[in-house]
Nanobody
Framework: QVQLVESGGGLVQAGGSLRLSCAVSGRTFSSAAMGWFRQAPGKERDLVAAISWGGGSTYYADSVKGRFTISRDNAENTVYLQMNSLKPEDTAVYYC?????????????????WGQGTQVTVSS
């Protein structure tokens, strides 16, 4: 059974930083692309960042480029999202997801397992 457990969310002031972690079990992590999505109230779930199986390729949504960094530790079966210069509009529930594909998919239906989500709230 594939499980994803996120941690690291919380409340932070605008301009602050948070690092999200997602531990994966039940899948050969080193062969799987990973993604971070977010969903704000009343909005669709959108891809924030994705990383290929080896970490050599990454994707970022335009809204987070230059502020967020996705990385992975294949020895620890964990993917991270470092979020800097946070803005109130970054407030959302953040989900990590794993894909059976090696190169980072950008569409949600290409991810087959999801974490439970972690709340990130950025105050102004």
């Amino acid at each position: 059974q594939v499980q994803l457990v996120e941690s690291g969310g919380g409340l932070v002031q605008a301009g602050g930083s948070l690092r999200l972690s997602c531990a994966v079990s039940g899948r050969t992590f080193s062969s799987a692309a990973m993604g971070w999505f977010r969903q704000a109230p009343g909005k669709e779930r959108d891809l924030v960042a994705a990383i290929s199986w080896g970490g050599g390729s990454t994707y970022y949504a335009d809204s987070v480029k230059g502020r967020f960094t996705i990385s992975r530790d294949n020895a620890e079966n964990t993917v991270y999202l470092q979020m800097n210069s946070l803005k109130p509009e970054d407030t959302a529930v953040y989900y990590c997801a794993t894909s059976p594909l090696r190169y980072m998919p950008v569409r949600s239906h290409e991810y087959d397992y999801w974490g439970q989500g972690t709340q990130v709230t950025v105050s102004s």
